[in-house]
Each structure stands twice: as C-alpha cells, then as structure tokens.
C-alpha cells in the first residue's frame, strides 16, 4: 500500500516560516531536522536550497525558483517496495524529477513530476 505522509512545502526561510506556524497557527513540532521540520497533522517544510541541493542534486548555495510552481510543494507517500513503484511509473512514462537514491539519513527515495503540472505547462 502506498501511504500520504505530508504535504511539504519549500521556504525560504526557516525561521520565519517556524515563527509563522508555530508561535502564530499553534502547530506542534513532531520531528526536527533544523531544516527540515515535521508538524503533527501531517505536513512538514523545508528550507529551500537544501530541498533542491538534495531533489534536484543542485549544488549552488542559493536556488531561484522559476516556472510555475512545480518545484515549491511536495507530496510525500511512503511504500516499503520502492522498486516495485519505481518499476510501475517507468513502465507508465512518467517523468522523474531522479531515480532512485540514498537520502543522507538513509530512507530510499524516488520523486515524480505531477502529470497534471506537466500537462498544464
């Protein structure tokens, strides 16, 4: 079964956005990664250039995002047969943002592009 775990959201700063949904909208804390935040409820935000220096592999020190959006939110669903999955949405032609690698804390992950993002660009 493929399980929705969070929304995450790419900001820029982590502290502002911190402030912002803890002190202001009271959301409690489950996990911190000092740039990598998990709210109870289900979503989580992440400081943006280390989101892309680990999606998109990009080493500058500081990422412009530019489009329309596609690169500023991500859904994240976790399964325990990765490859299965990784087999499936190559079999159906979709477009990977990476294959399949190593996080630095050890979890196995693999990120799509959303199809109707795709469509509509």
Do not use: C
Request: net charge negative; charged share 25%.
């Amino acid at each position: 079964m493929i399980k929705f775990i969070s929304s995450v959201l790419f900001v820029k700063d982590i502290a502002v956005s911190r402030m912002f949904y803890e002190e202001i909208l009271d959301q409690q804390v489950e996990i911190d990664y000092g740039v990598n935040i998990g709210y109870l409820g289900g979503f989580s935000i992440w400081r943006k250039d280390v989101a892309h220096q680990n999606i998109f592999r990009d080493n500058k020190a500081e990422i412009e995002l530019i489009g329309s959006g596609k690169q500023q939110i991500e859904l994240y669903f976790e399964v325990e047969y990765i490859d299965e999955i990784y087999k499936k949405l190559k079999d159906h032609q979709i477009e990977f943002v990476h294959d399949i690698f190593e996080q630095p804390w050890g979890q196995r992950v693999v990120r799509v592009y959303d199809q109707i993002n795709i469509l509509l660009n």
